[in-house]
Nanobody, 117 residues
Framework: QVQLVESGGGLVQSGGSLRLSCVTS????????MGWYRQAPGKQRELVAL???????NYADSVRGRFTISRGNAGIRVNLQMNNLKPEDTAVYYC???????????WGQGTQVTVSS
């Protein structure tokens, strides 16, 4: 059974940085995209950053210029470098991998990011 495992969350002061990583415990074929989402208390889960198979990236307006998504060279890994963090970035961050043929989403269990003012 394939699992996604996130790491790198924690508590940081406003203006600080964190690097999130997501790795798979098994093999996933036909990956279409890998992304990071977040969910703050009382809010819906939202897209933070996405990287497609061909390397195209997409960012939420609120994080563009501060966050960078990248893929690892070994295995299936996706990273999220978060700089100049703000209190409004506080949320649980989830990794998602989407496949094609058939289309399927794999989610991680989430990692907490807390930014203090």
């Amino acid at each position: 059974q394939v699992q996604l495992v996130e790491s790198g969350g924690g508590l940081v002061q406003s203006g600080g940085s964190l690097r999130l990583s997501c790795v798979t415990s098994g093999t996933i074929f036909s990956i279409n995209s890998m992304g990071w989402y977040r969910q703050a208390p009382g809010k819906q889960r939202e897209l933070v950053a996405l990287i497609e198979l061909i390397g195209n990236t997409n960012y939420a307006d609120s994080v563009r210029g501060r966050f960078t998504i990248s893929r690892g060279n070994a295995g299936i890994r996706v990273n999220l470098q978060m700089n100049n963090l703000k209190p409004e970035d506080t949320a649980v961050y989830y990794c998602k991998v989407t496949t094609f043929g058939p289309s399927r989403d794999y989610w991680g269990q989430g990692t907490q990011v807390t930014v203090s003012s």
